[in-house]
């Protein structure tokens, strides 16, 4: 008896995460722009499509992807179904099944990276970001000393360079200059902190250096163009990452060249090689 072929099938799991939404085709995810916070599920069908491979490659940036993998029994060649996988940069992988739960989706969405400074620099890498070897240790690096350190001066001494020999960097890679990067990491861990239930603007403010809730702020709106109002209710970290990286195309922080890499909007052709030490995704399951 022959084992049945199961579908491909897209939804949007979007805020405020109560139901899935059905995309009709692949050729749909060209045509709509996802609201910030939203998430792209993928169930996967039992033999390659290559439709939906691209499809949910070239997604729209900022825009995780939750994958739902289909039975084992059903799977002919699993090395191919996992160089798909790879190749798409899920935000989480999940066991089979029919009708996933609202809530299990958005509890994988609400979770932040065991590594935030390496997942952070995969999703860089995933768009073209940052390519040479040398500046993604020294990205990674100071999104890891971004959690202790609040000024430039300190930073440059964690990195045993001067400050302008590190901006000389940075300048020549064309990319926002080292305090940009050091405040961002800041600020998206305090924003991570905020998806938690409970959690209070002037607590979180307070947890990671900034002298109260008007000064975080105002520190979103400086490098996000966004106050907490307008992030309220929004779970993950990849659209915050591209929020950010998009104001600092509109603002001039990164060279012509790679404002308008960003700017395309697709992720680059192919999954750029990681940094010796980043870690490579591996399968999680909902809590």
Not at 39 to 60: C, H, K, N, Q
Not at 124 to 152: F, K, N, P, Q, Y
Not at 226 to 243: A, K, M, Y
Request: proline share 10%.
């Amino acid at each position: 008896m022959r084992t049945p072929t199961r579908p491909h099938q897209l939804s949007l799991f979007r805020p405020p995460y109560r139901m899935l939404v059905p995309l009709a085709a692949p050729e749909s995810l060209a045509r709509f722009t996802a609201a910030p916070g939203s998430a792209l599920v993928w169930a996967m069908g039992s033999a390659p499509d290559r439709d939906f491979d691209e499809a949910v490659r070239r997604r729209p940036p900022g825009t995780p992807l939750l994958v739902l993998l289909p039975r084992g029994e059903e799977v002919a060649r699993p090395q191919d179904l996992y160089a798909v996988v790879d190749r798409c940069r899920p935000h989480a992988l999940l066991p089979f099944q029919e009708v996933p739960a609202p809530l299990d989706l958005r509890t994988l969405l609400a979770e932040p990276p065991s590594d935030l400074a390496g997942a952070v620099v995969e999703y860089l890498a995933w768009r073209g970001v940052v390519l040479d070897l040398e500046v993604r240790r020294t990205v990674r690096r100071i999104l890891e000393l971004s959690a202790e350190l609040r000024s430039v001066s300190g930073l440059a001494r964690g990195l045993y360079m001067s400050r302008r020999a590190l901006g000389r960097h940075f300048q020549r890679s064309g990319l926002p200059v080292p305090s940009h990067w050091l405040h961002f990491g800041r600020l998206l861990r305090a924003m991570l902190d905020l998806q938690t239930p409970g959690a209070t603007l002037m607590g979180v403010a307070c947890r990671h250096g900034y002298p109260d809730g008007f000064s975080l702020s105002n520190q979103m709106k400086r490098l996000l163009g966004l106050r907490p109002t307008e992030f309220q209710g929004r779970l993950g970290w990849e659209w915050l990452v591209e929020r950010w990286l998009q104001e600092e195309v509109r603002t001039g922080g990164f060279s012509v060249e790679r404002a308008r890499l960003l700017v395309r909007g697709a992720p680059a052709p192919s999954r750029p090689s990681l940094p010796s030490g980043a870690p490579r995704r591996s399968e999680r399951q909902p809590a």
